[in-house]
């Protein structure tokens, strides 16, 4: 696994791509054009966080100027339906940083704003990364109800998730007071769903 590469940025193309010469090998990496211009100018040497993937037919190299936001495209090739195409489309549009900020508050419009990103797949989406993003600590979600709500916990994500979907306010409260007292975030939402389903 080639996870960091240093060498000369020796060629930048309009399709995404760069050329990074490490020792007499040019390296073609598949990169956003936000890291294209972080990487500086051609003949600088550079360091470049790399994750190779992996198909029958081809290895490609998809590159970052940071370890995080390397670690953020891996975070979101996990989630469902998510290719390295769109995990790069999505970090192009919304750095590491903001993309944390967009799940922990749940703003399907920004997740939208992503080319090929509609408000189906962007809850999906939403629901997805909470667990497999890196969000700072004491970060999360508050339940309605201020003093009542607990910032982060599994029944505050739940009713965030459930109005990312597109339930109403009254369909989010007939859901929540189904649910157990305890579980993790998948099984409360899967028992949200379920007591929702004949309602739709």
């Known amino acids: 696994m080639i996870g960091r590469l240093r060498g000369t940025l020796v060629h930048r193309s309009h399709r995404g791509e760069v ?47 940071t370890a995080d936001g390397r670690d953020c495209f891996e975070s979101l090739l996990g989630a469902h339906g998510v ?23 749940a703003d399907l419009d920004a997740l939208t704003l992503v080319p090929g990103v509609g408000r189906k797949t962007a809850a999906r989406l939403l629901l997805e990364l909470k667990s497999r993003l890196d969000v700072p600590e004491g970060a999360g979600f508050e339940a309605d109800g201020g003093a009542g709500g607990t910032t982060g ?28 007292s305890e579980g993790d975030l998948t099984t409360l939402v899967r028992t949200a769903l379920q007591t929702l389903g004949p309602s739709r």
């Open 153 to 180: 916990s599994p029944r505050a994500d739940v009713r965030a998730a459930l109005a990312a979907l597109g339930y109403q306010p009254e369909e989010v409260r007939k859901a929540m007071g189904q649910l157990p």
């Open 83 to 105: 290719g390295p195409g769109l995990a790069l489309a999505i970090l192009s549009t919304h750095g590491p940083n903001e993309l944390r900020r967009v799940v922990m508050e």
């Open 19 to 65: 050329v990074l010469d490490v020792g007499g090998v040019g390296y073609r990496i598949s990169v956003s054009p936000a890291t294209s211009v972080a990487l500086g100018n051609i003949g600088d040497e550079v360091v470049v966080h790399t994750h190779l993937h992996v198909r029958e037919d081809a290895l490609t190299l998809f590159g970052f100027a």
